[in-house]
């Protein structure tokens, strides 16, 4: 089975932060990569960032230096730290979990998301 349940998402200006947090099972969590994706509207889902078990990290070019993603495997729980805030990361944020970047990315279920909206 695949639970996820994403929180941490809200409204903040420019130049904010926030942090999104993951809660998985264990089936899912204990997949070699973990990644954020986000979703806005009129785009197509994309990878934000990915953490593997052995923790590197990967993230997209538009937000690197600005974005970290982590993960405590014990309280199974994966985090993104979202610094710097643009109003081009509105979306809605997502989890989830794969043996690879191209099959978490093809997963069939999808938590509900958490909304990031920033604006001035």
């Known amino acids: 089975q695949v639970q996820l349940v994403e929180s941490g998402g809200g409204s903040v200006h420019p130049g904010g932060s926030l942090r999104l947090s993951c809660l998985a099972s264990e089936s899912i969590y204990r997949s070699n990569i973990m990644g954020w994706f986000r979703q806005a509207p009129g785009k197509q889902r994309e990878l934000v960032a990915a953490i593997t078990s052995g923790g590197s990290t990967m993230y997209t070019d538009s937000v690197k230096g600005r974005f970290a993603i982590s993960r405590n495997r014990g309280e199974k729980t994966c985090y993104l730290q979202m610094n710097a805030l643009k109003p081009e990361d509105t979306a809605v944020y997502y989890c989830?979990?794969?043996?690879?970047?191209?099959?978490?990315?093809?997963?069939?279920?999808w938590g509900r998301g958490t909304q990031v909206t920033v604006t001035s």
């Open positions: 989830n979990a794969g043996l690879t970047v191209e099959t978490m990315t093809a997963r069939r279920s």
